[in-house]
């Protein structure tokens, strides 16, 4: 099995990094046969095809379907799915609320009500406090000596390592020993308030959140006392915590609220993929949340972890609304949310010079037409001047590319035009123009004069700037080609494409359409042309073994294993829309793992359906989950699987589950094999 995996594994690297290289004349004016068409647009606008989903665009006709995706008002959306979110309540939550209800503010994210240490004011008077702090030698030996035992060890505790150096040398070790057991003391109340697997449980039980099988974790859980049963779930692995999502779930309020908020954001995102009916409308957010990509994990100066809050409330309210609306308000959308403003540091960019140091106040002008009086203190910033971060990177990955014609000075004077644009404050993470931030100068982008004296309306003409530029109407349209055509799309057809989004004034619904219904989009140069990122594997592969899903928990783990956590990229170019990056061969041998584990149903919270695949053959069992033939590189691989292994290669090899190990070859192998073959992994 494991010399199989290697050829299917060297096979996949070859087959997936040579694009058509046997085909003289040009592949994408050959036009796709209708059988072909149906499984291309599955899994192009889908995210691969579920069982039946075939048979449903053949009788509706490909162009109708594809219609229907670009209007998904006019598709009902699935009852399956809305009853899997409705579990997941943070989905549902205002900003506001996410606030008031998960956040914790820096000095309160330390060690959650750890106790304090105690100071020298808070045990001596003034005057002795004083005189511990910069008195002599004497007059510290004479107030240490006064003191009885108990307080005196207190006393040494508080001392700051600049005075302990000082202090008698027949107390310093009094002292060290006092601050040693100090320390460990509120280590000890630290481990109570937070205790770990090993605090709640014995060795026995200990094993059993380790390799015990479900029957055994759950009975455990039953033994426990009902106070213990989150603490313990919420210190589970993924792979152990997702068949007890309840138990996890109270867990982590109790341990981390916020990795609820998180957790509900992610799977939802999973479960859509797997379980919309609008299937487009997913594939979209998923692309523009990546163009627009911020970071759930940075943690912002001052500020704190909010980024896990808010990254939800951006993908909700700044993505998914206008992912088939204008460009400009979805540019507008993602540059005036807190998630974005935080990410890229605009949040605290403010005019070269106007305030040179330390804390400020606003001045008495308005913000946002509100007297500025109302608007609450933490309005206030700490000067640091001008941040280029979004100016440089709205330009670059959101607009125009690198080569779209901006210089050096175009990023600082765009920098200079959004200063201002800010949040209010922690607590209250919402946009508002902050005047007293703003450079009033007058500026010059791409060569268009902005006014002196402008306030919020100069970061607008700066969107409006850009929207309507053509190296933007190229740039997104190649980067839309790219994601549904080729790594490398026809430039006929994204300048077919630019065009539509010049005249509609960035209607990306009709950039769109120009590209579905285009030759090159329905080509033989399209067709299998793109490898799957891991999300799109790992959510292709369950949709194709109609798996039903209770829990996505332990797939958002998987798909983290194989290389994209979700939201989770540091970088502000988001993970890659080309198959070169995806295609290691850990990477690939990880797609092989995570097949095998789906096949055999291993996976916490999935169970395939592998009973429509019961009596079938190979080839047929291919066409179910490929939606064709299989390649003969991939035939080759299954009969020379289907020949019986030696035992000790079968017993030993990592990802053979029970069922191979013990010479077991019905469809869960055949399915394991394809799953993890170069057909299944290309779209």
């Known amino acids: 099995m494991r010399r199989l995996l290697l050829t299917i594994l060297i096979s996949s690297l070859f087959v997936c990094g040579v694009t058509l290289s046997g085909n003289t004349s040009d592949p994408f004016s050959q036009r796709l046969p209708e059988g072909k068409q149906i499984i291309h647009v599955l899994n192009r606008l889908a995210f691969g095809p579920r069982p039946g989903d075939e048979d449903a665009v053949r009788r509706m006709g ?154 055994q974790l759950a009975a455990l859980f039953a033994y426990l006392d009902p106070e213990k049963r989150p603490l313990v779930a919420g210190l589970l692995p993924p792979d152990r915590a997702a068949d007890f999502p309840e138990l996890r779930r109270q867990g982590e309020l109790k341990r ?65 609304p206008h992912v088939f609306g204008h460009f400009k308000d979805l540019l507008l959308a993602t540059a005036q949310h807190p998630a974005m403003l935080y990410y890229l540091d605009n949040w605290d960019s403010m005019a070269p010079g106007s305030f040179n140091v330390g804390p400020f106040a606003p001045d008495r002008r308005t913000v946002n037409g509100v007297p500025n009086s109302i608007l609450p203190g933490p309005l206030a910033r700490i000067a640091h001047g001008l941040n280029e971060n979004y100016g440089r990177e709205v330009m670059e990955l959101h607009t125009l590319g690198v080569k779209g014609g901006y210089t050096q000075d175009d990023v600082i004077a765009v920098a200079r035009c959004f200063t201002g644009w800010t949040v209010r404050d922690p607590q209250h993470p919402e946009f508002v123009f902050a ?95 793109k490898v799957k990122s891991p999300f799109e594997m790992v959510v292709s592969a369950v949709r194709a073994v109609g798996g039903e899903t209770t829990n996505a928990y332990a797939l958002v783990s998987k798909i983290s294993e194989l290389g994209e956590p979700l939201y989770d990229k540091l970088e502000p170019n988001g993970y890659p829309n080309t198959g070169d990056a995806w295609l ?26 592998s009973s429509r695949l019961d009596r079938k053959d190979p ?57 993890g073959s170069p057909d299944f992994q290309r779209r």
């Open 619 to 675: 080839a047929t069992i291919a066409r179910d989950l490929l939606g064709h033939d299989a390649s003969p590189e991939t035939q080759a691989a299954i009969a020379k699987g289907l020949e019986s292994p030696g035992e000790s290669e079968a017993a030993s090899d990592p990802v053979s589950p029970d069922g191979i190990a013990s010479g077991h070859k019905g469809p869960a192998f055949i399915t394991t094999l394809l799953l």
């Open 256 to 320: 981390n609220p916020q990795q609820v908020v998180m957790d509900d954001h992610h799977e939802a995102k999973v479960l859509r993929a797997i379980y919309s009916s609008r299937q487009l409308q997913e594939v979209l957010v998923d692309f523009w949340f990546n163009h627009f990509n911020v970071d759930e994990s940075k943690n912002i100066p001052r500020v704190g972890n909010v980024m896990h809050l808010l990254t939800a409330t951006y993908e909700r309210d700044a993505i998914r």
């Open 584 to 609: 290691s061969a850990t990477g690939l041998m990880g797609r092989m793992n995570f097949s095998a584990a789906l096949a055999y149903g291993m996976i916490p919270g999935v169970l395939p359906d």
């Open 435 to 529: 005047s007293f931030m703003h450079d009033t100068g007058e500026k010059t982008v791409l060569g268009h004069k902005i006014p002196a004296g402008g306030g919020e309306q100069d970061g607008l003409q700066v969107i409006d700037i850009l929207a309507h530029h053509p190296s933007t109407a190229r740039f997104i349209s190649r980067e839309l080609a790219q994601r549904f055509v080729a790594d490398d799309p026809p430039p006929a057809l994204v300048d077919r494409m630019a065009q539509t989004f010049t005249k509609t004034d960035g209607d990306l619904r009709a950039v769109m359409e120009v590209m579905f219904t285009s030759p090159e989009f329905m080509s033989e140069g399209a067709y299998e042309a």
């Open 62 to 215: 490909v162009a109708k379907w594809i219609h229907l995706q670009l209007h998904p008002e006019e598709i009902p959306e699935n009852p399956a799915l809305e009853a899997k979110l409705k579990p997941l309540d943070t989905l549902r939550l205002s900003t506001a609320d996410l606030m008031d209800n998960y956040f914790a503010p820096p000095q309160n994210m330390m060690m959650p009500m750890q106790r304090p240490q105690e100071r020298l004011e808070d045990l001596l008077s003034q005057e002795d406090a004083q005189k511990v702090r910069l008195g002599t030698a004497e007059e510290r030996e004479e107030i240490l000596k006064s003191l009885e035992p108990e307080k005196r060890r207190k006393v040494l505790a508080a001392l700051p390592p600049n005075v302990l150096k000082y202090i008698p040398e027949e107390y310093r070790k009094e002292a060290e020993a006092a601050q040693r057991a100090e320390n460990e003391e509120r280590s000890a109340e630290f481990r109570r308030q937070n205790p770990q697997l090993r605090d709640l449980l014995n060795p026995d039980q200990m094993e059993v959140t380790r390799s015990g099988t479900k029957e």
